[in-house]
Protein backbone atom coordinates (compact mmCIF):
# COMPACT_ATOMS: atom_id res chain seq x y z
CA UNK A 1 0.00 0.00 0.00
CA UNK A 2 2.43 2.16 -1.04
CA UNK A 3 -0.05 5.65 -1.49
CA UNK A 4 -0.58 5.16 1.98
CA UNK A 5 2.47 5.03 3.25
CA UNK A 6 3.28 7.91 1.13
CA UNK A 7 1.02 9.72 4.21
CA UNK A 8 3.35 9.00 6.77
CA UNK A 9 6.18 11.24 8.78
CA UNK A 10 9.32 9.95 6.88
CA UNK A 11 12.24 8.98 9.04
CA UNK A 12 9.70 8.45 12.24
CA UNK A 13 8.77 4.88 13.85
CA UNK A 14 7.10 2.34 11.03
CA UNK A 15 3.28 2.48 10.49
CA UNK A 16 1.46 -0.82 12.01
CA UNK A 17 -0.28 -3.52 9.69
CA UNK A 18 -3.27 -2.83 8.36
CA UNK A 19 -5.51 -4.81 9.68
CA UNK A 20 -8.74 -5.05 7.12
CA UNK A 21 -11.70 -7.47 6.58
CA UNK A 22 -14.22 -7.78 3.55
CA UNK A 23 -17.21 -9.71 3.67
CA UNK A 24 -19.79 -9.77 0.92
CA UNK A 25 -23.41 -10.70 1.34
CA UNK A 26 -26.54 -10.97 -0.74
CA UNK A 27 -29.55 -8.75 -0.08
CA UNK A 28 -33.26 -9.76 -0.95
CA UNK A 29 -34.67 -7.45 -3.40
CA UNK A 30 -38.35 -7.12 -3.44
CA UNK A 31 -39.63 -7.74 -7.42
CA UNK A 32 -36.39 -8.28 -8.65
CA UNK A 33 -32.97 -10.41 -8.01
CA UNK A 34 -30.97 -10.25 -4.83
CA UNK A 35 -28.30 -7.44 -4.31
CA UNK A 36 -24.68 -7.67 -4.24
CA UNK A 37 -23.05 -6.12 -1.14
CA UNK A 38 -20.01 -5.48 0.15
CA UNK A 39 -18.77 -4.74 3.87
CA UNK A 40 -15.18 -3.13 4.60
CA UNK A 41 -13.43 -2.39 7.91
CA UNK A 42 -10.07 -1.67 8.01
CA UNK A 43 -7.71 -0.08 10.37
CA UNK A 44 -3.81 0.99 10.61
CA UNK A 45 -1.86 3.25 12.95
CA UNK A 46 -0.09 5.56 10.41
CA UNK A 47 2.12 7.96 11.90
CA UNK A 48 1.36 11.42 10.93
CA UNK A 49 3.05 15.05 10.95
CA UNK A 50 1.06 16.60 14.12
CA UNK A 51 -0.05 20.32 12.58
CA UNK A 52 0.61 22.19 16.06
CA UNK A 53 3.86 21.02 16.67
CA UNK A 54 5.15 19.58 13.56
CA UNK A 55 6.32 16.59 15.18
CA UNK A 56 5.07 12.88 14.72
CA UNK A 57 1.94 11.62 15.98
CA UNK A 58 0.88 8.14 16.33
CA UNK A 59 -2.66 7.95 14.39
CA UNK A 60 -4.94 5.05 14.19
CA UNK A 61 -7.07 5.28 10.87
CA UNK A 62 -10.38 3.41 10.98
CA UNK A 63 -12.29 2.92 7.56
CA UNK A 64 -15.92 1.20 7.73
CA UNK A 65 -18.17 0.93 4.65
CA UNK A 66 -20.62 -0.48 2.56
CA UNK A 67 -20.62 -1.11 -1.31
CA UNK A 68 -23.54 -2.29 -3.80
CA UNK A 69 -23.01 -3.65 -6.77
CA UNK A 70 -24.25 -3.01 -9.67
CA UNK A 71 -23.81 -4.74 -13.75
CA UNK A 72 -22.15 -1.99 -15.50
CA UNK A 73 -21.45 1.74 -15.86
CA UNK A 74 -24.32 2.76 -17.25
CA UNK A 75 -26.15 1.52 -14.06
CA UNK A 76 -23.64 2.40 -11.64
CA UNK A 77 -24.08 6.48 -13.18
CA UNK A 78 -27.69 6.33 -13.15
CA UNK A 79 -27.93 5.49 -9.46
CA UNK A 80 -25.05 7.03 -7.97
CA UNK A 81 -27.26 10.42 -7.40
CA UNK A 82 -29.43 9.02 -5.82
CA UNK A 83 -28.39 5.84 -3.89
CA UNK A 84 -27.19 7.04 0.01
CA UNK A 85 -24.85 3.65 -0.28
CA UNK A 86 -21.45 3.59 -2.72
CA UNK A 87 -22.16 1.96 -5.86
CA UNK A 88 -19.72 -0.11 -7.59
CA UNK A 89 -18.90 -1.92 -11.03
CA UNK A 90 -18.65 -5.75 -10.80
CA UNK A 91 -15.89 -6.87 -12.42
CA UNK A 92 -13.37 -9.80 -13.07
CA UNK A 93 -10.10 -7.21 -12.37
CA UNK A 94 -11.82 -5.81 -8.99
CA UNK A 95 -8.83 -5.75 -6.14
CA UNK A 96 -9.70 -5.45 -3.54
CA UNK A 97 -6.51 -4.20 -1.62
CA UNK A 98 -7.29 -1.29 -4.05
CA UNK A 99 -10.19 -0.90 -2.44
CA UNK A 100 -8.89 -1.24 1.20
CA UNK A 101 -6.31 0.92 0.46
CA UNK A 102 -8.29 4.05 -1.15
CA UNK A 103 -10.84 3.45 2.19
CA UNK A 104 -8.38 4.22 4.45
CA UNK A 105 -6.38 7.09 2.48
CA UNK A 106 -9.72 8.70 2.66
CA UNK A 107 -10.50 7.98 6.43
CA UNK A 108 -7.03 9.94 7.11
CA UNK A 109 -7.37 13.56 9.70
CA UNK A 110 -7.81 16.39 7.89
CA UNK A 111 -5.40 17.98 10.82
CA UNK A 112 -3.22 15.43 12.86
CA UNK A 113 -2.83 16.82 15.97
CA UNK A 114 -1.49 15.34 19.36
CA UNK A 115 -4.11 15.89 22.05
CA UNK A 116 -1.37 17.71 24.28
CA UNK A 117 2.24 18.12 22.16
CA UNK A 118 5.25 16.70 23.74
CA UNK A 119 6.85 19.59 23.75
CA UNK A 120 6.27 23.77 23.69
CA UNK A 121 4.28 25.32 20.56
CA UNK A 122 5.36 28.58 19.72
CA UNK A 123 2.38 31.20 19.60
CA UNK A 124 4.46 33.57 17.13
CA UNK A 125 6.32 33.33 14.02
CA UNK A 126 8.43 36.24 14.89
CA UNK A 127 11.13 35.67 17.84
CA UNK A 128 10.56 37.75 20.84
CA UNK A 129 14.32 38.76 21.20
CA UNK A 130 14.57 40.50 17.68
CA UNK A 131 11.08 42.04 18.22
CA UNK A 132 11.91 44.09 21.07
CA UNK A 133 15.12 45.35 19.72
CA UNK A 134 13.75 46.19 16.77
CA UNK A 135 10.87 48.42 18.25
CA UNK A 136 10.81 51.93 17.26
CA UNK A 137 9.77 54.47 20.01
CA UNK A 138 6.12 55.29 20.18
CA UNK A 139 5.46 58.81 17.92
CA UNK A 140 2.82 59.51 20.62
CA UNK A 141 5.22 59.66 23.41
CA UNK A 142 7.17 62.86 22.05
CA UNK A 143 3.99 64.43 22.25
CA UNK A 144 3.89 63.27 25.57
CA UNK A 145 7.06 64.43 27.21
CA UNK A 146 6.37 67.83 25.02
CA UNK A 147 3.04 68.40 26.69
CA UNK A 148 4.95 67.50 30.55
CA UNK A 149 8.00 70.33 29.69
CA UNK A 150 10.50 67.51 29.33
CA UNK A 151 12.72 67.16 26.61
Do not use: Y
Not at 12 to 25: A, D, E, F, N, Y
Not at 30 to 48: E, M
Not at 58 to 69: H, I, K, M, N, Y
Amino acid sequence: MTRLLDEQVAGSQPPGSVVWRLQGRLQPCAGGADQIWLDLRASVALPLQCQRCLTPVLETVQAERSFRFVADEATAAALDDEAEEDILVISRDFDALDLVEDELILSLPLVPMHEVCPQAVPMSAVDPDFAAATERPNPFGVLADLKTGQS
